[in-house]
Structures are given as structure tokens and as C-alpha cells.
């Protein structure tokens, strides 16, 4: 323990010279997003779906089978889960902080899918790490979505903290990308990675005017966050974790305006764990009569925070030379594990990679004796 402190001191020192004593750790990292290293690693403003959205939740391209053709007569068709895009809807900025673990490719993935149905989408996909990951990349860019992917590491004097800061530098690194690339009409929303969005979201979310804010499922003892709402208006929160905000909402229930947020130059998230959708929503200088309630003022839920359940990544062993593996598909199956942060590999410690043949376990040189 001694070590570690030691050796983050070493490194704290570097990067922070003023990091000496453990007060020195509650200090609040600077507000203004000035300055703040803004690392793009990959870019494209190309939308490369084939109209995805447009005509696929209308068509069923696989011809049914006699029966489920009979059956469809009488089925109504299915509403449209969105209304065909004309491509000039203002453009959805969609922040989504991510962090290298075993799940992270999953994730977006599953993410991705979502979004490849979402048309006038800007997907900002910002990694909690120092250099940026070509693995990562290469699972953004096949969904064909215009995206922007950043490398936006939490400093570390948070990184040590018991209730670290998450998402914060992410989220703090597309609002500095927003800014400098003058993004001025638009909306932003802040759509984490382990959330499921229902399409509905996305057309709703669109025409905010300022800030809009809907319920999110599965958020606290209450498993729902959501605005309070009368006569079409919001006038207070239900949220089980009330902590003197005086927006107690979550990250994925609100969205807001770029022209409204471009009224406040001084917008900011503070790396403050809790806090950070409170504080953000006042640094813009939010008030209650400028919140649009959404979802059919708040009845609907169309986000929710499903979460993943995370496990430690298991190390694999395999004492055999591995190149061997590249005669079979294994040694392809688990370079790419490996190269997601899924699995390791170890010649000499974790479980021991067997194969099964007709039943029996085998080792993997069985395949090479
Ligand atoms: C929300 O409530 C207001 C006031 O009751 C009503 O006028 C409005 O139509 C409602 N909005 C929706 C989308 O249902």
C-alpha cells in the first residue's frame, strides 16, 4: 500500500507538481474546460447506413412462411417507432464516456445497434484512457454511424479516490469538442454505455428547446428517477437519493439544446461523484420553467439504467506454444479476447485451457501430438 501511494505520488508529482499532501486531494480539479488536453483520436462525419432507420422497421425482407403469412393478415402492421428522417432534424450529439473492461466491446456493440437506427446522430465515444484504442475503433466505425472517438483519461489524483469521479473527464472532453468545433444547433445527451434506450427516446429528445428531462428506469430504491409533473409542467423530482441537489436527476434523463447550452461559456461538469448532473444543470443556469417534460410529461420510460454486471477478467492457461493455436480458429478466438480486455492468456498461472473430443478432456497438444 505504502508502494502504490509511493509510486501515484511519483507520478502524481509529474503530472500535478502542486500534489504533495492528502488535502491536496479534495481540491477540486479547475472548472473551465479551457486548456483541458482535447484528444480526438478518429473522426468521420460520414453517415454510412444504408437508410436504415427509414425503411427497415417498415419492411420484412425475409418471405414468410405460409403460416406466418396467414397469421399476418391479421396482424395490423407495426406503427413506426420513428418518423422517417428528411436529413434536416437537428443533429442528436450523443456522449457516450466508456472505460476499457471486459465488457466494454459488448457494450458498445449492443450500443452501437441501437444507434445505427437513429438517423441525424453524432455519436461522441470518449475512453477513459491515456492513448487511443484501435480496438475500440475498429468497433465503432463498422456501425457505419458519423462519430468522433477521444482518448480522455480521469486525472489520476481522482482515479485514487474510494468514489471515483467516472465519466467525468469523458463527458467534460465532448463538451470541450462541442465547443471547439462551434457546435451551436443540435442537442446533446449524455447516453452511457450500459443503458437501454428505447428508439422512442431519440424523436422525443430531438426538438428539446432548452433542456428537456424524462424518467429513467432502474435508478435507486425507487428503480426510477423522474420529474414531477403537473399540468405539463415539472415541479419537482422523485428520485430516492435526494443529497441537497437541487436538480436530482440522471445523467440519461435529460438532454439539452446546443443553443441553449451555447449561452453558457462557462458550462462545465465538476469532478464531483454524485453531484456531477446537479452541477452541470446549474453551471447552464437552469430553472425550473425552462424544463420541457418529455415522454408524455414523464409517463413513459424510454430510458433505462440497465447496467452490467462486471467480473474480473479469468487468465487462461496455455503452456503450449500459442502460434500452434493459429492451425486451429483458437488462436484467432483468443488474440481477439485478448485484445478487448475480456481474457489473458498465461503460460503458467489461471485455468487451464482444455479441449473436449467425444466427450473426453483432452490438452490442447492433442491436437499437434
Ligand atoms: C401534457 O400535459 C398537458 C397539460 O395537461 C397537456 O396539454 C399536454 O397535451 C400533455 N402532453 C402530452 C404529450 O400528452
Redesign the pocket.
Known amino acids: 500500500m505504502v508502494a502504490l501511494l509511493f509510486f501515484i505520488g511519483c507520478f502524481g508529482f509529474i503530472l500535478y507538481p502542486t500534489l504533495y499532501s492528502a488535502e491536496d486531494y479534495e481540491k477540486e480539479y479547475p472548472l473551465q474546460l479551457d486548456n483541458e488536453v482535447l484528444r480526438i483520436c478518429n473522426e468521420s462525419n460520414i453517415d454510412y447506413r444504408k437508410s436504415l432507420y427509414a425503411s427497415a422497421l417498415y419492411d420484412i425482407t425475409d418471405e414468410p412462411s405460409t403460416t406466418q403469412r396467414n397469421h399476418q393478415q391479421h396482424q395490423p402492421q407495426p406503427a413506426p417507432q420513428q418518423p422517417p428522417s428528411n436529413g434536416t432534424e437537428p443533429m442528436i450529439y450523443f456522449v457516450t464516456p466508456t472505460y476499457p473492461r471486459r465488457e466494454q466491446i459488448a457494450e458498445i456493440i449492443r450500443l452501437g445497434q441501437t444507434l445505427m437506427h437513429v438517423p441525424r446522430l453524432h455519436w461522441i465515444v470518449a475512453d477513459d484512457t491515456d492513448s487511443c484504442s484501435d480496438t475500440l475503433n475498429k468497433h465503432i466505425r463498422k456501425f457505419g454511424i458519423p462519430y468522433t472517438q477521444l482518448a480522455s483519461p480521469m486525472p489520476e489524483l481522482y482515479r485514487v479516490r474510494k468514489n471515483a469521479p467516472r465519466g467525468v473527464a469523458n463527458r467534460r472532453a465532448a463538451l470541450n469538442w462541442i465547443r471547439q468545433n462551434q457546435k451551436k444547433t443540435g442537442v446533446l445527451y449524455f447516453g452511457d454505455d450500459d443503458n437501454t434506450f428505447d428508439l422512442k427516446l431519440f424523436s422525443e429528445i430531438r426538438t428539446t428547446r432548452k433542456v428537456s428531462m424524462f424518467p429513467v428506469g432502474l435508478i435507486g430504491d425507487y428503480a426510477i428517477s423522474s420529474p414531477i409533473v403537473r ?2 409542467r415539472v415541479e419537482g423530482f422523485f428520485d430516492s437519493w435526494p443529497a441537497k441537489r437541487k436538480w436530482p436527476v440522471d445523467m440519461a434523463g435529460f438532454a439539452v439544446s446546443l443553443e441553449y447550452l451555447a449561452l453558457s461559456p462557462n458550462a462545465t461538469m465538476p469532478f464531483k461523484a454524485g453531484y456531477e448532473e446537479d452541477e452541470f444543470l446549474k453551471s447552464i443556469g437552469l430553472k425550473m420553467g425552462d424544463i420541457e ?1 418529455k415522454a ?2 414523464c409517463t413513459e420510460i424510454l430510458v433505462w439504467h440497465t447496467q452490467t454486471k462486471s467480473s474480473k477478467s479469468p487468465t487462461v492457461r496455455i503452456s503450449m506454444d500459442r502460434q500452434k493455436l493459429d492451425k486451429l480458429n483458437l488462436g484467432a478466438l483468443l488474440r481477439q479476447l485478448e485484445s478487448m480486455g475480456v481474457n489473458h492468456i498465461s503460460d503458467s498461472a489461471g485455468t487451464t485451457a482444455q479441449a473436449i473430443v467425444n466427450g473426453s478432456v483432452k490438452p490442447l497438444s492433442f491436437w499437434f501430438s
Open positions: 399540468n405539463g417534460p408524455r410529461n
